[in-house]
């Protein structure tokens, strides 16, 4: 069982940058794949970005170039850096872990961009 709580999450202007963290509880965090995830007002949940249990990453095109996914596996924790972020990128951003079958989600933290 994973226990994850997003963090980092606010207002910040067009241009801006953001680092969302991802805590996680439990044992065996370094073997779990992790995501991000976002969610916009009337908008499915859409994927981001994703990192495994070896370190490498996977982006969403929306991604590419602004973001970047890590994971520190001493701390339990995994991060979101958003560079350049514009109006669209605004969202509840949830975490993910994924071990097999097993899924497990945050709660989400809300990213605006706004001026």
């Known amino acids: 069982q994973v226990q994850l709580v997003e963090s980092g999450g606010g207002l910040v202007q067009p241009g801006g940058s953001l680092r969302l963290s991802c805590a996680a509880s439990g044992s065996a965090f370094n073997i779990y794949t992790m995501r991000w995830y976002r969610q916009a007002p009337g908008k499915q949940r859409e994927f981001v970005a994703s990192?495994?249990?070896?370190?490498?990453?996977y982006y969403a095109d929306s991604a590419k170039g602004r973001f970047t996914i890590s994971r520190d596996n001493a701390k339990n924790t995994m991060y979101l850096q958003m560079n350049s972020l514009k109006p669209d990128d605004t969202a509840v951003y949830y975490c993910g872990a994924v071990l097999m079958m097993n899924n497990y989600w945050g709660q989400g933290t809300q990213v605006t961009v706004s001026s």
């Open positions: 990192i495994f249990s070896s370190g490498s990453t």
